[in-house]
């Protein structure tokens, strides 16, 4: 019996131990980008996957999933696996706004999802056609006031952000404004040049050659501070409305439930690419704003997720933005 016990435990000593778990990621990842691709929201994700798939050795697969204003691909993350496979590239109009322009939003922004880190901030500048009259912020202000809906403001589709923020302008200076709504941000800047609309919201880092040229003038920064590549432009903080301070923001999302373990690797691998100053450098000159530390973890980017949504319900309410 003794040599059945030690001719067993010899056997033992050969059986291979279990494998343990593959390290997360262990294959490539898909984010989705609720966009078309070559728009501002798939090239901002694009530039960060390949930084944060360099630090985590990994391939992330960008995902374009288009239509109904960014909702169709964000529904479909919300359903994915909560792995960390399959991750949602968000935007201020799907993840903030949207709540409260449709009455049926196919998923929730605040109960669906969590917040993985949030990527620079784009900051907006309003313009305004050289043929205008209105050659500063408090001019046009003004004028809005005295001829009420008489200003024709461009944007790239109801529900974008220049719409959202010309909405939100608005609010705050106590104006009324015509809004007229394009396909794209490309017809609305052109009719902007073109002098058959007054003025327009637009995104620094798509703006900024316009502003170079002689068909657009630059009225004011929607950002905290003035920016080095827009000189002698104002922010409208300090032009007309203090405090106003918005921009295009984005962020990675994964589906609740995703192991908080795989929320910290990827942040981590985030913050890592973020110190690259080669990176970095690149997207400041094209008016992109690197956001400090604390602002972009799981859980500020959580909050101001919530923030945002709570804010920007309120501005579309006021406004009668309605999508469905």
């Keep these: 019996m003794k040599h059945w016990f030690a001719a067993l435990a010899l056997c033992g000593a050969f059986i291979p131990p279990v494998q343990a778990a593959d390290a997360y990621p262990s294959r490539p990842m898909t984010w989705i980008v609720p966009f078309a691709p070559g728009g501002p929201t798939d090239a901002m994700a694009r530039n960060i996957a390949s930084q944060v798939g360099q630090q985590l050795k990994q391939t992330i697969v960008i995902e374009n999933a288009p239509g109904a204003g960014g909702t169709i691909g964000a529904a479909k993350a919300a359903r994915a696996a909560p792995d960390g496979y399959t991750l949602l590239v968000g935007h201020v109009g799907y993840m903030a706004a949207a709540p409260a322009m449709y009455a049926k939003l196919p998923y929730d922004p605040a109960k669906d999802f969590q917040a993985v880190f949030r990527f620079p901030d784009t900051p907006l500048v309003l313009m305004s056609s050289s043929a205008s009259p209105h050659k500063t912020l408090p001019e046009l202000i003004a004028y809005a006031k005295k001829h009420p809906g008489k200003i024709n403001f461009s944007n790239a589709g109801v529900g974008s952000t220049s719409h959202l923020v010309a909405a939100l302008f608005a609010s705050k200076a106590g104006i009324d404004i015509t809004s007229v709504s394009y396909k794209g941000a490309g017809p609305a800047l052109n009719d902007l040049m073109g002098g058959q609309v007054d003025a327009m919201f637009d995104q620094t880092n798509t703006a900024l050659p316009q502003t170079r040229g002689d068909k657009v003038r630059a009225l004011g920064l929607t950002s905290a501070k003035r920016m080095d590549q827009f000189p002698g432009v104002p922010t ?47 997207m400041v000159e094209q008016g992109i704003v690197i956001l400090p530390a604390d602002q972009t973890t799981p859980a500020a980017f959580q909050r101001y997720t919530a923030d945002e949504i709570v804010k920007w319900s309120g501005v579309i309410k006021q406004a009668g933005i309605r999508l469905d």
Aim: overall charge negative; aromatic content about 14%; glycine content about 8%.
């Design 236 to 282: 409208m903080g300090e032009s007309a409305l203090p405090g106003f301070d918005v921009s295009t923001w984005y962020g990675l999302y994964a589906p609740k439930g995703t192991p908080a373990a795989v929320v910290q690797t990827l942040y981590a691998a985030y913050e890592k690419a973020m110190q690259d100053t080669r990176f970095t450098d690149k």
